[in-house]
């Protein structure tokens, strides 16, 4: 009598803090998962070892979260959600909500994040709507505060998302990509590797792999991302050829056909110049950026055959200099 004793399996440890230890939720035993006395979780959930779960956090059916995953206060995971080991979902973050289409009604519908994401205060990311209706996140994304992530995108690896932007459906978003605060993307759209997209930007087409897009509706095309690659180990030899394949696409006034076809003729096939011409013979149903408006030349929409209207040239008694505030590139 008055002696300790070991709780019996699946007992629930005391409190500490506030924090009530259940060892039964976890699929492994190596960590204890910790559940603050004050979240809600459904009796489906399943957690793997070391997960942690804040205060007034809520945990639907369907969900599955990965080992060492820590999940902040007032979080909501709503249902049909797996999400990977390792990642921090900070508060009044929403993952699996419904998607907001007109067109849902109320199928199974799932959202699958990968590990070692960070995913920021006010965030909400809605489960898919149509085919899969999956929608997909990879792996070491930092997603910051109040970003929107619709029904059905697939987002890829390596991603930073900073705050507020703005995801419509079906968009695809690969590896890499760095996106600017308040950006907004129209449903569709296709933002390529590497590419660097500038705040407030207002996205209406496919951003090429390895560009830089910046401006109000629609954005445009500013230049190649070259810090980007030289940061993510692209030699000179493979910048040096994305340049010429940048020059032949967005200065010389040709169709995008045909600038494409230039491009496979006289310049060295990188991976990085493979992938560019891949991405841009498939576009999307919303097309390719153009360049700046700007700009002297720029390229034709595919089904086109009138190169882009000409840019008087300036004063020659100009000094020759850029613009305040044009981004020149090569």
């Known amino acids: 009598m008055g002696q300790d004793r070991e709780p019996s399996p699946g007992e629930a440890q005391p409190p500490v803090g506030g924090i009530i230890t259940q060892p039964h939720r976890a699929l492994e035993r190596d960590m204890p998962t910790r559940i603050h006395r004050t979240a809600i979780i459904h009796e489906d959930a399943v957690f793997e070892d070391g997960v942690q779960i804040g205060p007034y956090a809520v945990i639907g059916p369907g969900v599955r979260i990965g080992g060492g995953t820590k999940l902040g206060s007032h979080t909501v995971v709503e249902c049909n959600v797996r999400i990977g080991r390792e990642c921090t979902v900070k508060p009044h973050a929403v993952i699996g909500s419904d998607p907001q289409d007109m067109g849902y009604k109320g199928e199974p519908a799932y ?7 960070i995913v920021g205060e006010f965030v909400m990311i809605s489960r898919g709507s149509h085919g899969e209706r999956i929608t997909r996140i990879g792996s070491d994304n930092l997603i910051m505060s109040g970003v929107h992530i619709a029904h059905d995108c697939n ?15 079906h968009i695809t978003v690969e590896d890499r990509a760095v996106i600017g605060g308040m950006a907004a993307f129209r449903q569709f759209a296709r933002i390529g590797t590497l590419a660097m997209v500038g705040g407030t930007a207002g996205v209406m087409q496919d951003v090429p792999p390895y560009c830089m897009v910046q401006g109000a509706p629609p954005a445009t095309v500013r230049g190649l991302n070259r810090i980007g690659l030289m940061r ?7 910048i040096t050829a994305l340049k010429h394949c940048y020059r032949l696409m967005f200065r010389r006034g040709m169709t995008r056909d045909n600038a494409l076809d230039e491009i496979e003729k006289l310049v060295e096939m990188t991976p990085q110049v493979k992938h560019f011409v891949e991405f841009c013979r498939n576009p999307s149903k919303v097309g390719i950026c153009k360049p700046e408006p700007s700009s002297s030349l720029g390229v034709v929409g595919g089904g086109e055959h009138k190169p882009a209207a000409r840019q008087p040239k300036d004063d020659p008694s100009s000094s020759g200099g850029a613009a305040p505030g044009r981004i020149v590139e090569m």
């Open 111 to 117: 959202v699958e994040m990968g590990d070692r994401n």
């Open 155 to 169: 987002v890829g690896s390596n991603i930073i998302l900073s705050n507020y932007t703005q995801l419509a459906g």
């Open 232 to 238: 993510n180990g692209v030699d000179q030899d493979g």
